[in-house]
């Protein structure tokens, strides 16, 4: 039996393609472990699956001064001897990582062995983490067709994100049945993430009195963001949805988000025609409104920046989408990035 050892943590994000890749891995007899941190969010959603897990310490590459950076290089190598040790007793035939400062010692142990790694790189601009992994990786996946020139070129490969084959078979009535919304109106559907966003939160409720003239409204808008004076018909609330996620999916018309990567690769695997709004580079390192320009130009998203959102700019920004929605549609439909799971296991099939 072959063995496959995953990595990746910190954010859901650098988890949840990982578990995308699960049921084909398991359909393909790969025997799997995971090596996350102690007590990270990844040891509760890789668990769930019934993969054994094991921890260890890591610490974080910072490019900004701070006292960790004096302890966190120690508990790297803690972690990279823990992690040798791991796969020493492993064996495994290849590793697949997902990325996160969890995975850097472990893909240096695997490098270490001489085992081959595939990782997987989200953003435009790969991160630290991963350009620390890039020399010892045999292939580097990625999202956007930009993100190509960045890479060694005998090592890049376009793959698009892994996304769970659950969230393409959503259904209608499900949707309707769980909402208790209608088919009467196009419906759209806003995703912040599971902290939600303010400023998108607030700029769609603003809209609410035009919007729901045409549109029905899902909002997910986050832990603790709930307004319970808002509660109108047509406009449903909550705060995170995970297993009805691909019901909503499957009755809504246009989709209102941010623009981390895997969110966005999820609606162009859907062909959900989209109105982006990525974090502005003031609070982030700007890789949100890279992500969000390359699905611009490539014509699957309509962008609209935060500093521009306001109910006027919001309610043009979903006519425009609406009324243009086929050909938003076709062009996803001509996309090879729709789904990296069947090009990711290609690979570990190939290198394993």
């Not at 072959?2 to 994000?13: E, N, Y």
């Not at 088919?183 to 607030?202: E, F, H």
Request: aromatic letters at 8%; charged letters at 20%.
């Amino acid at each position: 039996m072959k063995k496959i050892l995953l990595t990746g943590g910190g954010t859901a994000g650098h988890v949840t393609p990982n578990i995308a890749l699960l049921p084909d891995l398991k359909a393909e007899g790969y025997d799997i472990h995971y090596i996350g941190s102690y007590e990270g969010m990844e040891k509760k959603l890789i668990t769930a699956q019934g993969i054994h897990y094991d921890g260890i310490a890591t610490g974080k590459f910072r490019r900004y001064l701070s006292a960790k950076n004096l302890t966190d290089p120690f508990r790297v190598i803690k972690g990279f001897q823990q992690a040798k040790k791991l796969i020493r007793d492993y064996k495994p035939d290849v590793v697949f990582s997902k990325g996160g400062f969890v995975a850097v010692p472990v893909v240096l142990a695997a490098g270490h062995y001489h085992i081959p790694i595939i990782i997987h790189e989200s953003d435009m601009t790969p991160g630290l983490a991963n350009k620390i992994c890039m020399r010892t990786a045999k292939k580097i996946c990625c999202n956007f067709p930009e993100t190509v020139k960045l890479l060694p070129a005998d090592k890049a490969v376009l793959t698009g994100t892994p996304i769970r084959r659950e969230l393409l078979n959503g259904s209608r009535d499900a949707g309707f049945a769980f909402t208790g919304l209608s088919d009467d109106k196009p419906i759209l559907l806003m995703m912040g993430g599971s902290t939600g966003s303010r400023a998108v939160n607030a700029g769609l409720r603003s809209a609410l009195p035009q919007l729901l003239k045409e549109f029905h409204v899902i909002h997910l808008c986050g832990k603790g963001n709930l307004d319970s004076t808002l509660a109108q018909p047509g406009y449903i609330q909550y705060e995170y949805i995970s297993d009805e996620l691909k019901d909503l999916f499957a009755i809504s018309d246009i989709v209102l988000s941010r623009a981390g990567a895997n969110a966005i690769c999820e609606l162009l695997a859907l062909k959900k025609p989209n109105i982006l709004v990525p974090l502005p580079a003031a609070v982030s390192r700007g890789d949100q409104i890279l992500n969000a320009n390359s699905f611009k130009k490539q014509g699957f998203s309509y962008v609209l920046e935060e500093e521009k959102l306001n109910a006027d700019t919001l309610m043009a920004a979903v006519h425009e989408v609406y009324n243009n929605r086929d050909s938003y549609k076709k062009a996803m439909a001509t996309s090879n990035q729709s789904n990296g799971v069947d090009i990711v296991i290609k690979l570990i099939k190939e290198l394993s």
